[in-house]
């Protein structure tokens, strides 16, 4: 299997965007093209080497449901959140609130006594 890489996600966002304006299946190419667009900073962020926290200039909750993630404000506080990511304010206005980076929790595997 082929790593995806920041250029070969560029390539298919560009491609999957032809597509939406020659065909009929909309909806499948645009939820295509969400996915592509939420994995390309975190792409270009990990081919530069930048640690795992991925920058945030705002939009749409980038962060699955019932995924755990901590988020970081402009005036540099942090957050660890694993439930209400969606209902936060993603987009930027130009607050000391206004989140600028989040990363993801992994889960950690729990033992079948119920340990982690």
Known sequence: MNK????????QIAEWERMMSA???????????????????ILEQ???GEGDWIEWCGGDCPVPEG?????KFRDGDCAELDTWLDILEW??????????????????????????
Do not use: F
Not at 23 to 41: C, G, K, T
């Open 46 to 48: 990990q081919e530069r």
């Open 67 to 71: 995924v755990k993630a901590e988020i």
């Open 4 to 11: 995806l890489t920041a250029e070969k996600c560029r390539e």
């Open 23 to 41: 065909s009929d299946i909309a909806v499948m190419v645009e939820r295509h093209l969400q996915a592509y667009r939420i994995a390309l900073p």
């Open 91 to 116: 987009r930027h206005k130009g607050y000391g609130s206004d989140i600028i980076a989040y990363r993801i929790i992994p889960e950690r595997a729990i033992n079948q006594n119920g340990e982690q």
